[in-house]
């Protein structure tokens, strides 16, 4: 069994090709893909060959993380009926073509419990749910407070708002360099930092990847506040003590999301706590990947790119 796959060969050299596809067994699910995203985090630094010591790092590799299709084949322990809608975290089932995160594929061979049955009002937007329960486990962690700013209004930074809102939550702050990045805020502010005067941030979630903020989040905290970092750095992030001593600032760095945010996230967006529109900006037909990548990390107007396998073989 073969699949049309998006291949990393190395850093800027993106093809389409068939690839073998691992066979399924008694455990696992065929699923055919209908849309699969594109992460202007992870797959950037994959795409540009900046990506940090990570495991399973290497090339060639077919990347993608967030991945929904429906389950074409189940095996008898799989645990999942054929023709549910499903989303997909990832897949390795591509011989020794890497996959990392490997859902970037017209069809994946996958554990069946690592497709999660998802509601057919969701369609396309299902594929955000991967982004969804990375702020989900950012923001609900026993103890963890809620973001009175948060820095970067992309598709991440969206979804901690959007949760913050969902949790009760007095509405954040947003701040967002790139002025065309301001719009599609609903129940919260989006602002230039630079027009910011307050110094009295009790907990201030940074999604922007930047290294280089952290003396300035600092110097807005009130005492005893905390930065929780939830982006993706690739350079070594520093700070200069003494503000952060005389604050007595605390830095929480938000790990990858578990299982039970996935379902947590699935069941806030099946009901619409969770609200998911406005997120999916561009959309190519998988044939056309090589452009639809390029788009994602270069168009500023671009939060989330998808890729439609539907009309592929």
């Not at 050299?13 to 067994?25: A, K």
């Not at 949760?163 to 230039?192: C, F, K, Q």
């Not at 905390?226 to 003494?242: H, K, R, T």
């Amino acid at each position: 069994m073969n699949a049309l796959a998006v291949v990393l060969e190395g850093p800027g050299r993106l093809v389409l090709s068939q690839l073998e596809l691992t066979p399924p067994g008694d455990a696992d699910v065929v699923v055919d893909v209908e849309w699969s995203g594109i992460s202007t985090g992870t797959e950037r630094l994959l795409w540009s060959g900046r990506m940090p010591a990570f495991p399973g790092m290497g090339y060639p590799l077919v990347p993608g993380y967030e991945s929904v299709g429906r389950v074409s084949a189940a095996g008898p322990d799989a645990g999942t009926r054929v023709g549910e809608r499903v989303f997909v975290p990832g897949a390795r089932c591509y011989g020794p073509v890497r996959g990392l995160f490997g859902g970037a594929a017209a069809r994946l061979v996958v554990a069946g419990n690592r497709a999660l049955p998802i509601s057919e009002h969701l369609g396309e937007t299902g594929v955000l749910l991967a982004l969804a329960a990375t702020a989900f486990h950012a923001t609900s962690a026993p103890g963890t407070r809620q973001p009175d700013l948060i820095v970067g209004h992309g598709v991440l930074g969206r979804m901690i708002a959007r949760l913050a809102l969902a949790a009760g939550a007095a509405p954040p702050v947003v701040w967002e360099t790139n002025s065309e990045r301001r719009a599609g805020a609903v129940g919260y502010s989006v602002i230039d930092p630079a027009a910011d005067a307050r110094h009295d941030y009790r907990c201030i979630y940074d999604v922007s990847g930047d290294s280089s903020l952290l003396d300035t989040l600092i110097g807005r905290l009130a005492p005893g506040g905390e930065i929780v970092l939830a982006g993706f750095y690739e350079n070594p992030l520093s700070f200069v003590f003494p503000p952060a001593f005389m604050r007595e600032a605390r830095i929480r760095i938000a790990a990858q999301w578990q299982e039970a945010d996935l379902t947590a996230v699935k069941q806030l967006a099946e009901s619409g706590r969770l609200p998911l529109g406005g997120l999916i900006t561009h959309r190519h037909a998988a044939a056309l990947a090589d452009q639809a990548y390029r788009t994602a990390f270069s168009d500023p107007a671009c939060l989330k790119m998808i890729l439609d396998w539907r009309t592929d073989p």
